[in-house]
């Protein structure tokens, strides 16, 4: 092996054929003679190149509606060979191969096919099965092999090509191998996950798979070094989202704005709602008559803690919203659209990032929830449990009132979103106190409440927006004190899932103190 080798022969066979005309005929340009397969080859002749079939190679048709054509000892000999070795040349003569320089294969569509709700038998003839051999035989042998797999490395070939006479260096079919392989695992992944779903069982085997989308100038912390990765599925939120200005997103910024945007998407279709977000704990979400209102809202619940905060609407973006928006420090603002004149408002603030998802995330779609640990990941459903009316019950001697059970269901909603230990105070359809990540509850309730008194204090309240609130607790109370101190900070009714040793001393409580409390029987613990 040397570093340099040429490029002779190239074999392409590609699903996603954007750049394919430009990058083949630069190759033609370089004298390298082009092999290729169905409809790959016949744009190529079309756009009035020069191909030969590969079943003009091993002398075998294309046969099984496409199933068989690349598998055969003529293409995968004339990857591996190794230049170098005599007995690879001595046997390349004797049976007729000639060696193939460069590959050029994007897969079939998997993911595609899965993301747009195929039938089984479709998705199971878009599982590639040619081009992930060839890929994984070019790679092996990357000592003389080119591999291509993403459209973005057609110039980086034809650079190296270009400034060494029609040769390539090691390191770069060397880097091109590492995205080979990581590109064939990855749809791997797509495949063994999606096969997972249909036999409805814990696999044996689990992998995760993911494209580089953003190299991060680091982590949580400037000692480590971070980088985002998408995982293909079309999903609306972070991941997709079009940027229209500001700078880049870091790690924490992502991270913010996927927890936002996943919780306003609960409230699809039901008027306009805000949810403003620190340190992936909500300090502020509520519901209004405008976009405007219920951002105005949500802010009203900890204006200290939004600075700098991430801010989702689940609406397109107005100026006038826009504009109060811009009354204070934020880091990213994601909406479903953003109009002109919002656009315009928030041009003035260069820092500040606008993102747009053309849509709301499902928040019922299943999907699973990865965690690493050290050793190994633990994998799990996505929460998107939901309860209506229907699945309370009311375990107080008081019944909820009409506007309460409106506001303990709007709470129930937002404490899925808050680290655990949660409790959230909601009024009138936005959270007015909320306690997240303490490790005791009775301490979640108490924080939640002191925030709701510093910004009475700071509105010139003459009274904490707690006074009247109802209160829910992602968890049972272990103890009746939580409810006690829920109670002292005003709070009249209480919704928690029960199920705790304790209920009836709790349940006892509540009727003591004239609240109304309902049992959910789901529990919402997030860490």
Not at 89 to 118: C, S, W
Request: net charge negative; with cysteine.
């Amino acid at each position: 092996m040397t570093d340099l080798t040429p490029v002779r022969r190239a074999l392409i066979s590609v699903s996603d054929k954007t750049g394919l005309v430009e990058f083949a005929t630069a190759l033609a340009g370089h004298g390298v003679e082009l092999l290729s397969t169905g409809g790959t080859a016949r744009a190529l002749r079309e756009a009035g190149l020069t191909v030969k079939d590969v079943s003009d190679v091993t002398g075998f048709p294309e046969m099984m509606d496409g199933r068989v054509k690349t598998l055969h000892p003529v293409v995968h000999g004339g990857l591996l060979a190794l230049r170098d070795n005599d007995d690879h040349v001595a046997a390349m003569e004797e049976h007729g191969i000639g060696a193939i320089d460069l590959v050029v294969v994007n897969l079939y569509p998997f993911e595609e096919t899965v993301a747009k709700g195929a039938e089984y038998a479709e998705v199971i003839e878009n599982i590639d099965i040619g081009g992930p051999a060839m890929i994984r035989s070019a790679a092996k042998n990357h000592g003389f092999v080119n591999i291509v797999v993403d459209v973005a490395d057609y110039d980086v070939v034809l650079a190296e090509m270009a400034g060494n006479d029609g040769q390539t260096t090691y390191a770069l079919r060397q880097r091109l191998a590492q995205t080979a392989y990581a590109r064939t695992a990855a749809y791997d992944t797509a495949v063994s996950t999606w096969m997972a779903a249909q036999v409805e069982d814990t696999p044996r085997r689990r992998t995760f798979g993911g494209e580089l989308a953003q190299t991060l100038r680091y982590g949580e912390n400037p000692h480590q070094a971070a980088a985002f990765y998408t995982d293909g599925s079309a999903r609306p939120g972070v991941a997709t989202a079009t940027q229209h200005q500001g700078k880049e997103l870091s790690y924490n910024n992502i991270n913010d704005t996927d927890a936002a945007f996943e919780l306003v998407s609960e409230f699809a279709g039901k008027g306009p709602a805000c949810a403003i977000i620190k340190h992936a704990n909500p300090c502020g979400v509520a519901t209004g008559a405008t976009l405007k209102e219920a951002y105005s809202r949500a802010f009203d619940c900890d204006r200290t803690s939004a600075f700098g905060g991430i801010i989702a609407l689940n609406t397109e973006l107005d100026g006038d919203t826009a504009r109060e928006i811009t009354g204070i420090f934020t880091e990213v603002v994601i909406a479903p659209a953003a109009s002109d004149e919002a656009r315009e408002v928030f041009a003035a603030k260069k820092n500040l990032r606008l993102l747009t998802t053309d849509g709301l995330a499902d928040a019922s779609a299943a999907s699973l929830a990865v965690k690493q640990v050290s050793g190994g990941f633990l994998v799990q459903d996505k929460d998107v449990g939901r309860i209506s009316a229907d699945d309370l019950k009311v375990v107080t001697k008081r019944q909820p009132s009409e506007q309460e059970l409106a506001d303990l269901l709007f709470a129930w909603t937002v404490a899925k979103h808050v680290k655990s230990n949660a409790i959230i105070y909601v009024k009138d359809g936005a959270t007015v106190g909320v306690g997240a990540g303490q490790m005791s509850r009775v301490d979640s309730t108490r924080i939640a409440a002191r925030k709701a008194q510093d910004m009475a204090e700071a509105m010139g309240l003459p009274a904490p927006l707690t006074q009247g609130s109802v209160v829910a607790s992602d968890a049972f109370f272990p103890f009746a004190d939580g409810l006690i101190t829920a109670a002292e900070a005003g709070a009249t009714a209480l919704i928690q899932p029960g199920g705790s040793m304790r209920d009836d001393e709790v349940i006892a409580a509540a009727d003591e103190a004239g609240l109304a409390m309902v049992f959910t029987g789901m529990r919402h613990f997030r860490h």
